[in-house]
């Protein structure tokens, strides 16, 4: 008996429906993109393991998907090398090439790689699956897409402000009401600073950024146990608890770290990018939020998260701006800003709810029904002239029962059905019937493209 055909966990088939979803989410992405003068670039799915390895920690390395080498790949291997069972030496002698994990690290060496041929600043997005040898759960895959977007060889904080307008335009497109969340790494690490424990900086942002989700008590308790002394703990207090608009708790902030040199800095980088935002018309809220983390040991200025406001779901873009992109390729001082557009939960999103446009579904407007072969060469070039005005048309292949050939229709939602028989033929017209209503009418072949096209 034949295994049944199954494909691996964390991976996913898409099908007509949900592929047409999701080429909306990719397409209005690269819409706006290029809207911003960004340029697509792709990568290999393949990079070698000296371009992957060591630039995610140990987790990352350990979560690489390794391509063994081609050939007899065990010939070079000692008995001793295969007795000893090392996976990780293995693995090393196994296999030169790995699936990217992200499209980050892919991009700076692309940069390196082209840098005489790249025009500084060089903006570029890209929208490609990376691989994760993750355990797959709700809402995690091994294969999933990414939608970058960055800006590098520039230091401007107008990238920035240009991002948030990008994120703003995105979400309008898709009828998504979100909140941007903004923070500045050089802010939290004034924190640190100011509660004499810059040493602890990741644990302090690890704590803080799970504020909304096990509250103050919680967040100071975890602080404690970090190590991070009480009065250090209460000097955190007053930035934790900041209340008001964007402005008051600028002020308010700006006062706490005025000690703090690097601190100071951020809250001008932030206030810069807020101030040039509020004369740009966004549709959506742009808050200040001092509890914003984000990849701590990557990031080096501005970040950036996006939460959608009506449906439970984690972040579903975010960003940041780095220094020194570059420099694990031996091309240091490039700084860069960038976003992430997450592609599986903004489809989670506009299912939930139900805002995907109908025509972004409903690929074929047209059905011609086939009554045979003298019917079906009267339609062709009325199927041809819906075609060259741009709506999406077939003809039935096969002459089969009509009742089959409507359950087609209603099956991949086909709004209108023509069918033409002998008294079509005779009067030069078709009738074109309205699978919704019901409504049949005789029309010509024009008044017929006229009414699909309205």
Not at 40 to 57: A, C, D, F, N
Request: with cysteine.
């Amino acid at each position: 008996m034949s295994q049944k055909p199954s494909i691996p966990k964390g991976t996913r088939d898409f099908g007509p429906e949900e592929m047409a979803k999701r080429n909306y989410i990719f397409n209005t992405i690269k819409s706006v993109y290029a809207l911003y003068g960004f340029q697509q670039i792709e990568t290999p799915s393949m990079e070698t393991l000296h371009t992957l390895m060591g630039k995610y920690g140990e987790e990352g390395d350990q979560l690489l998907f390794k391509v063994l080498n081609s050939g007899d790949y065990l010939s070079k291997l000692t008995d001793e090398e295969l007795q000893n069972r090392n996976s990780l030496h293995l693995a090393s002698r196994l296999c030169e090439k790995g699936l990217r994990y992200d499209l980050t690290v892919p991009f700076a060496r692309y940069v390196v790689m082209h840098r005489d041929e790249i025009q500084l600043p060089f903006k570029r997005y890209q929208i490609q699956p990376v691989w994760r040898a993750d355990r797959p759960q709700k809402g995690r895959y091994r294969e999933f897409y990414q939608c970058d977007a960055d800006v590098v060889g520039s230091d401007s904080l107008l990238n920035e402000v240009e991002l948030m307008q990008i994120v703003d335009t995105v979400f309008t497109r898709f009828g998504v009401r979100i909140q941007i969340k903004i923070n500045n790494r050089k802010i939290l690490t004034g924190m640190a600073e100011i509660m004499d424990a810059a040493d602890k900086i990741v644990d302090i942002t690890v704590a803080i950024d799970k504020l909304d989700k096990i509250g103050l008590e919680n967040v100071n308790e975890e602080l404690l146990s970090d190590g991070i002394s009480k009065e250090s703990v209460s000097k955190l207090q007053p930035i934790l608890t900041l209340q008001g608009t964007n402005d008051e708790k600028l002020t308010e902030i700006s006062k706490i770290l005025e000690e703090s040199e690097i601190g100071t800095k951020g809250v001008e980088e932030t206030r810069f990018i807020l101030d040039s935002l509020k004369g740009l018309g966004l549709k959506n809220e742009v808050q200040f939020d001092l509890a914003l983390a984000r990849g701590l040991n990557y990031y080096t200025g501005a970040i950036f998260e996006v939460k959608a406001l009506d449906t439970p779901m984690g972040s579903i873009t975010g960003g940041g701006r780095y220094d020194n992109l570059t420099g694990i390729f031996g091309m240091p001082g490039l700084s860069g800003v960038g976003i992430s557009f997450g592609a599986d939960r903004i489809y989670d999103v506009l299912n939930a709810l139900n805002l995907y446009p109908k025509e972004t579904v409903n690929s074929t407007q047209l059905l011609f029904i086939n009554f045979g072969e003298k019917e079906t060469a009267y339609c062709l070039p009325i199927v041809a002239k819906a075609r060259q005005n741009g709506i999406p048309t077939e003809m039935y292949p096969d002459k089969v029962k009509m009742k089959k050939q409507m359950s087609y229709a209603n099956a991949k939602q086909i709004p209108y059905v023509v069918l033409a028989g002998d008294n079509e033929i005779q009067a030069n017209k078709v009738t074109l019937k309205n699978m919704g209503t019901g409504e049949q009418k005789l029309v010509t072949a024009d008044e017929l493209i006229a009414v699909i096209k309205k």
